[in-house]
């Protein structure tokens, strides 16, 4: 009697450990996968205020469009709304395809592949988002210049001095938020990483 009480006590214990064994990976899984989202909204975060500015610089050219004169200036309108609207999207997209992927549905191995795939592509998004600003830089300086019915071959310092600054702050920043970016993404896959040990 004494060796089957003892049996069923094992057991009973056994059970407990399992049960509390899973429990323990259950809220490990979830409190990464809550950091994993936490540090990805604070690139969400920047991207939703770059989006906001960005739709707000094309309503102004669309309310502005009328007092554009040469048709190549015109033109020009166009191709930077249509870049202000699209940077934007290919921004936010590319920064859902990281929010979507799931830590808790897939082996370790699986998700850290898909993380490093998804940061991959994010990434590549993000270098083709500076190259686009730098072009809607580039076509907006002449639109905008119609808009305030500014001559730009007049004005003294702004190829010389203007213009060359402007496109180095808007490497300058791009390069720093590049990096930052870079940095959360290497900190979301460290935090990933973490969780086989």
């Known amino acids: 009697m004494e060796l089957d009480e003892m049996k069923n006590l ?7 450990v399992e049960k509390q064994e899973l429990l323990t990976k259950d809220l490990i899984e979830k409190v990464t996968e809550e950091k994993y989202h936490s540090k990805l909204n604070k690139i969400r975060y920047s991207e939703m205020i770059g989006a906001i500015i960005c739709y707000s610089g094309a309503i102004y050219l669309i309310l502005n469009y009328m007092k554009i004169e040469p048709v190549a200036e015109k033109i020009f309108a166009v191709i930077a709304i249509g870049l202000l ?4 999207v290919i921004s936010l997209r590319s920064l859902k395809g990281m929010q979507k992927l799931t830590i808790s549905s897939k082996p370790y191995l699986d998700t850290l592949n ?3 795939k998804r940061k991959v592509k994010f990434q590549r998004f993000q270098k083709l988002n500076v190259s686009l600003g730098l072009f809607l830089i580039l076509i907006a300086i ?4 119609a808009i305030k019915g ?6 003294e310092y702004f190829w010389t001095l203007t213009f060359p600054i402007s496109v180095i702050a808007f490497l300058g920043f791009a390069l720093w938020v590049l990096k ?4 959360s993404l290497e900190a979301t896959e460290k935090l990933l990483s973490e969780i086989n040990n």
């Open 10 to 16: 094992w057991e009973g214990m056994s059970n407990k």
């Open 85 to 88: 609207l699209t940077l934007p």
């Open 114 to 116: 898909d993380f490093g």
């Open 142 to 145: 002449p639109v905008l210049s």
């Open 150 to 155: 500014v001559n730009l071959s007049e004005s």
């Open 180 to 183: 930052s970016y870079h940095k």
